[in-house]
């Protein structure tokens, strides 16, 4: 017998892990799904750089499992061998003082890269990367999309989702929906600058990640401390968002200089290190109220991402879950 639920088919723009989590679910449902990405791979923000013999994970740098449906999943990605407990020895940098964190919580990353479970969730996925979706339209109640890359899309969908951050949402919703474009242009994201430092000697530093408060840079961690990493030893610095947000605009030779002088002081002197600068435009930022999701039942138009819930890995995940569920309950109603 044929599953009800195939006759409709999804698009889902955006390849993070808000957007594979929610793609995963609808398939698992029956639903025809089509995720279009317009970087070289999935994954997004749960970043990882590599080079000859080095890698570092750039973007997020480990996540938290609290509900259960998120580590339900986590649990698959453990057994897949994708993601691992991380346990660092994690310091704090407070009134020009350095202390052991207490914090209790257990922290995960993805193996051997933080991009790991993005990439295993993509592999049973249809996926086309390099297509940057800079318009969308319906039409007879049908969505139509556009691509930088490809110029129209012959496909049509029942359903759209944007899993992308909220000012590109913003973009996208323009032409088909005002109140969604204002609703998401409302929402207030802040950069980062994030330097990856290759070190030529392993550096003498009694920890593995810091929080630091009050400085520019708010976190330094050791990426070859994190479980499955080889190769030269990569430290990951994140200037703090609001000084991000700030000289978001400065050259990267003046960001990267700023950020080395702030590490040095930390005791990280980078002077012999190879260094790499990325300035992340919407890295963090979330809505006060965690709405989870938000989708049209009239045009079938739905967003989800991290900024809809809490703004971290496991929000974003359970974001684009949630908003799964809720089009599979508005296509039983359509075709039950
Ligand atoms: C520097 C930094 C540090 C962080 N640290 C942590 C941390 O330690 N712990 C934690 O839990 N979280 C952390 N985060 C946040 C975490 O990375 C995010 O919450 C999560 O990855 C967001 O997933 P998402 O799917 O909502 O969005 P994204 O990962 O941003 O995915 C959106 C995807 O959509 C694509 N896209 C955008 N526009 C288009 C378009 N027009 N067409 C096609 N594709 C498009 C993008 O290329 C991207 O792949 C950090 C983020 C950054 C940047």
Redesign the pocket.
């Known amino acids: 017998m044929s599953n009800p639920k195939s006759k409709f088919n999804v698009a889902v ?8 989590s929610c793609a995963t679910r609808l398939q698992a449902l029956g639903f025809q799904v089509q995720v ?4 070289r791979g ?5 970043s990882t750089r590599n080079g000859d013999g080095w890698s570092a994970d ?7 499992a609290r509900d259960p449906l998120f580590i339900e999943a986590l649990n698959t990605w453990i057994k897949a061998g994708v993601a691992a407990a991380w346990h660092p020895r994690l310091n704090v940098y407070e009134a020009n003082q350095w202390h052991e964190s207490t914090s209790k919580d257990s922290r995960y990353v993805g193996v051997p890269a933080m991009n790991s479970p993005g990439k295993y969730l993509a592999d049973k996925l249809s996926i086309e990367c390099n ?4 318009k969308i339209y319906q039409q007879h109640g049908k969505w139509f999309l556009h691509s930088l890359e490809s110029g129209d899309i012959t496909q049509s969908f029942d359903y759209l989702v944007l ?3 909220a000012p ?1 949402a913003s973009a ?1 919703a323009k032409s088909v929906d005002h109140s969604m474009e204002a609703f998401c242009s409302s929402v207030h994201m802040q950069g ?1 600058w ?1 330097l990856i430092a290759r070190l030529s000697e392993k550096a003498n530093i009694p920890f593995d990640a810091a929080f630091i408060n009050n400085e520019i840079i708010s976190w330094i961690s050791k990426n070859n401390s994190k479980p499955g990493r080889t190769g030269q030893e990569t430290w990951t610095i ?1 200037a703090n968002p609001q000084w991000s947000q700030q000289w978001i605009e400065l050259d990267k030779e003046e960001a990267k200089q700023l950020i080395l002088e702030s590490a040095k002081k930390l005791g990280l002197d980078c002077a012999k290190a190879e260094i790499a600068i990325h300035r ?1 435009r ?3 930022g979330a809505i006060h109220a965690e709405m989870g999701f938000i989708f049209n039942a009239d045009s079938k138009l739905s967003l ?4 809809l819930n809490g ?6 995940w359970l ?2 879950y949630q908003l799964a569920s809720a089009i599979n309950i508005s296509a039983t109603t359509l075709n039950p």
Do not use: N
Not at 13 to 20: D, F, H, K, S, T
Not at 58 to 64: D, I, R
């Open positions: 723009v955006g390849a993070g892990i808000a957007g594979l279009y990405e317009k970087s999935p994954s997004g923000r749960m750039h973007g997020a740098q480990y996540f938290t297509q940057t979706i800079d899993a992308i951050p590109q996208l980062c994030t994140h992340w919407y890295a963090s989800c991402g991290d900024w703004g971290r890995v496991e929000g974003a974001s684009g």
